[in-house]
C-alpha cells in the first residue's frame, strides 16, 4: 500500500527574470518497505520534486497524498516532525551545536530526551561511522563527508516512516558511499521504511528497488528493478 503518492503534481516558481515550470503534471506513489530513486540530469526537477514530496514546498497544481490524505491540508512541519525526515544535500546542520547536539535535535522535536535520546543518537552516529571523539565538535570542525554522515544519522535518528534524501553520497568517498547505500536499503527492506533518493549516481540507483527518471520537470520512465 502507498504511504506516499504524487497526483498531477506540478510546481511552478518565478522571480524577476522569468517563470520556471520545474514539475510538470507528475504521478507517482511510493510503499513502505522499498526505496527509490529519482534521477535525472542537473534541472530537471528531481530535487523540486523531492522538496515537495516533504513538504518544504506546497504544489502549484495536483496534490501530494500522505497515507491517502491530502498533505495541503495537513501541518506540514508536523508531517515532517513525525513522518518524513529529510536529508540535505546541503546538511543542514546547526552550526553552533554538537555533532551529538546535532544528532539528538530531531528526537528533541519529538519530546524524546535524556538516555534514550543520547543512547539512539550514538547507535546512529556510530552506523555512519562517526566516532566517539568527534561528538564534542562543532560543524565547521568536520570535513564535507563527515558533515553529511552527521546529517544522516540526525535524519535517521528521529525514527519517521519516510526518508527523503537529496544526493545522500554525493560529498562521501567509495567506501562511505557503500556504507550509506546499504544502510538506507536496510531501512527499507528490514525497518519497512520508504526511502526515496534523489541522485545523479546511476550506481546507486540501480541497487534501489525502483528508478524514476525525470527530464525537463516531466517524468519519463518508471522502471521498476525487484
Given at each position: 500500500?502507498?504511504?506516499?503518492?504524487?497526483?498531477?503534481?506540478?510546481?511552478?516558481?518565478?522571480?524577476?527574470?522569468?517563470?520556471?515550470?520545474?514539475?510538470?503534471?507528475?504521478?507517482?506513489?511510493?510503499?513502505?518497505?522499498?526505496?527509490?530513486?529519482?534521477?535525472?540530469?542537473?534541472?530537471?526537477?528531481?530535487?523540486?520534486?523531492?522538496?515537495?514530496l516533504a513538504g518544504l514546498e506546497v504544489p502549484t497544481e495536483g496534490k501530494v497524498l500522505f497515507d491517502g490524505q491530502d498533505l495541503s491540508k495537513l501541518n506540514r512541519d508536523t508531517y515532517r516532525r513525525d513522518h518524513a525526515a529529510v536529508i540535505y544535500q546541503s546538511y543542514n546542520l546547526f552550526p553552533l551545536l554538537t555533532v551529538m547536539e546535532n544528532a539528538r535535535y530531531s528526537m528533541r522535536l519529538k519530546g524524546i530526551k535524556g538516555e534514550a535520546a543520547a543512547k539512539r543518537a550514538e547507535q546512529e552516529l556510530d552506523a555512519v561511522g562517526i566516532k566517539k571523539e568527534q561528538y564534542r565538535r562543532f560543524p565547521p570542525q568536520l570535513s564535507g563527508g563527515e558533515q553529511q554522515r552527521v546529517a544522516i544519522a540526525r535524519a535517521l535518528a528521529a525514527g519517521n516512516e519516510i526518508i527523503l534524501a537529496d544526493e545522500p553520497t554525493g560529498n562521501l568517498d567509495v567506501a562511505n558511499s557503500e556504507l550509506v547505500v546499504n544502510m538506507l536499503l536496510e531501512l527499507a527492506h528490514k525497518d519497512g521504511r520508504c526511502v526515496i533518493v534523489v541522485t545523479h549516481d546511476l550506481d546507486l540507483a540501480e541497487r534501489m528497488d525502483a528508478i524514476y527518471t525525470m527530464c525537463d520537470g516531466i517524468m519519463t520512465m518508471e522502471n521498476t528493478l525487484k
Open positions: 500500500m502507498e504511504i506516499l503518492r504524487a497526483e498531477d503534481l506540478s510546481f511552478t516558481y518565478k522571480n524577476k527574470y522569468q517563470t520556471v515550470n520545474a514539475v510538470k503534471n507528475v504521478t507517482c506513489g511510493f510503499e513502505k518497505g522499498k526505496a527509490y530513486a529519482i534521477v535525472g540530469k542537473s534541472g530537471s526537477g528531481k530535487t523540486t520534486l523531492l522538496s515537495v
